[in-house]
């Protein structure tokens, strides 16, 4: 049972570039959920999921798409990487929203030069 | 959105010391964690607690939900307990965790 994992643990891009975030859960959670973590802030809340097929917007989705096909998995998509969006990724899964824990992966260092 | 803040943001105390730190929420919540992040950047979850007591080892958290705010209490402190602890609730409307801006915590030998 390996839990939340996400790929790469780091990568470095160039402005402009595009890349996609991998995330994986072998748990069952039904909601899954992209967050960022800047220097000296807690995590802010980019996207997220309530089941395969769904997906909203949370705090901060600008620059960033998701979907969802299947219930294991949970890509995060930068379509043109810029500076701002350099940043600790971390996904997240839980049983619900709200009722349950939520677990998360190791994050992604991402720095776009 | 829900607010939640958290204090010390800093915390330095000898090996063997106790530490409480504090959370507080804006509004109502059907959701609180506590999470531990490591040196080296890793989020462990120590506590589910929206409402109540729980204690794991030389850890413990109460949430009084009806005063809106939450206590972590750390006991016998070690150097491993160092790091950056986060309160996180959902609460307010909001579809996600919503996280304070945590309490960085250093236990020196």
Redesign the interface.
């Known amino acids: 049972n390996a839990g939340v994992t996400q790929t790469p643990k780091f990568q470095v891009l160039k402005t402009g570039q595009s890349m996609t975030l991998q995330c994986a859960q072998d748990m069952n959670h039904e909601y899954m959920?992209w967050?960022r973590q800047d220097p000296?802030?807690?995590?802010?809340?980019i996207h997220?999921s309530v089941g395969a097929g769904i997906t909203?917007q949370?705090?901060v989705p600008n620059g960033y798409n998701v979907s969802r096909s299947t219930t294991e998995d949970f890509p995060l998509r930068l379509l043109s990487a810029a500076p701002s969006q350099t940043s600790?990724y971390?996904c997240?899964s839980s049983y619900s929203?709200?009722?349950?824990?939520?677990?998360?992966g190791?994050?992604t260092?991402l720095s776009i030069l | 959105g829900i607010q939640v803040e958290q204090s010390p943001p800093d915390l330095i105390l000898q090996e063997g010391a106790n530490s409480t730190l504090r959370c507080n929420f804006s509004d109502s919540v059907n959701n609180l964690q506590w999470f531990h992040q490591n040196p080296w950047g890793q989020l462990i979850n120590l506590f589910y607690i929206p409402s109540g007591t729980k204690q794991n080892g030389r850890l413990s958290a109460t949430t009084v939900a009806t005063e809106r705010y939450s206590l972590l209490y750390i006991s016998s402190s070690q150097t491993t307990d160092s790091g950056v602890y986060f309160c996180a609730v959902v609460g307010g409307g909001a579809d996600g965790l919503t996280f304070g801006k945590g309490t960085h915590l250093i236990i020196q030998p």
């Not at chain 1, 000296?40 to 809340?45: C, S």
């Not at chain 1, 929203?97 to 998360?104: C, E, G, I, T």
Request: hydrophobic fraction near 30%.
């Open positions: 959920s967050y000296g802030m807690g995590l802010r809340l997220y909203d949370g705090e600790v971390f997240a929203k709200h009722l349950r824990p939520q677990h998360f190791d994050g260092r």
